[in-house]
């Protein structure tokens, strides 16, 4: 998938593209179908929302689950951020974002590239998120929220807040945003399941809890360029990856075809087997 030139001036002065209906229902199908059983598994990689058990975000899926090690391969989700980089790939990190209806925690104000570079000593915002709704995004679901341009700011000041929710976050004061806000207003992409936004690492965002019916799991690559790897491995590596390996492509049918694919953590923080007594 080649971005086309007014794609790229969109993203130039937005910070954002969205591409609705990206993926089909059969493809989104494979994942989510998967989807139940990585949240019911009891292993760090779960982060669960502070009221209770329900999942916020499963990190690293594509390393234990055959579907999402596809995915993390995708051409449409990889190709793209490529492109825009004009380098190599690796994966920084892969979240799979719950907001699960009623339960779903809201994502205070943030630039990703501020927690990346402020934890991970990422040297660049040469790093971005790519996601796709599992489900269908509307107004009342928790829908992620941009503020148009932003990114053009470059890094703002952040605040290290580690008690809203509970996933630490650098989250940027409510005066700087309200300033932002009367410039640049607020965008929020909706529409089906299998759609898909990319969006600069410096693209101001956050996103509301989720008092709907309807859960909204949403999944997110953050890639980066190989050049821009991380230099402090402070936070574990589930969280920001190791492995600066470029990310190799499968074919654009991946999901519904076989592909050999790699799963180094299968088995990773599971209580071995009781012996028989
Ligand atoms: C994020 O900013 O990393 C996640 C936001 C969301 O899923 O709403
Ligand atoms: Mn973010």
Not at 58 to 86: C, D, Q, T, W
Not at 105 to 121: A, E, F, R, S
Request: net charge neutral.
């Amino acid at each position: 998938m080649k971005l086309t030139p007014a794609q790229l001036q969109q993203f130039d002065r937005e910070g954002y593209l969205f591409f609705p209906s990206l993926f089909t229902p059969a493809e989104i199908k494979v994942l989510t179908d998967e989807v139940p059983a990585l949240y019911a598994q009891r292993r760090p990689e779960n982060v669960r929302e502070k009221t209770g058990d329900v999942v916020r975000t499963n990190f690293a899926a594509h390393l234990y689950s055959y579907p999402f090690a596809k995915l993390a391969r995708h051409p449409r989700m990889v190709e793209p951020i490529k492109e825009l980089f004009g380098e190599d790939v690796y994966m920084h990190q892969f979240k799979i974002n719950g907001k699960q209806a009623f339960d779903g925690d809201v994502w205070q104000w943030h630039q990703d590239y501020g927690t990346w570079m402020n934890d991970d000593q990422m040297p660049a915002a040469r790093a971005m998120n790519v996601a796709i709704f599992l489900d269908e995004v509307n107004e009342f679901n928790g829908p992620l929220m941009f503020i148009p341009g932003s990114h053009k700011q470059g890094v703002l000041d952040a605040a290290h807040d580690t008690s809203t929710t509970s996933y630490p976050l650098w989250v940027i004061n409510h005066e700087t945003i309200t300033g932002m806000v009367a410039k640049g207003g607020i965008v929020a992409p909706k529409g089906p399941a299998g759609s898909m936004i990319l969006f600069h690492g410096c693209l101001v965002h956050a996103s509301t809890s989720n008092l709907s019916p309807w859960h909204r799991v949403s999944v997110y690559l953050s890639l980066c360029a190989v050049s821009n790897h991380i230099r402090r491995f402070k936070r574990p590596d589930y969280i920001a990856h190791r492995d600066f390996t470029p990310i190799r492509c499968l074919p654009d049918d991946c999901l519904l075809k076989h592909y050999d694919v790699t799963l180094p953590w299968k088995d990773r923080f599971f209580e071995p087997l009781q012996k028989a007594s």
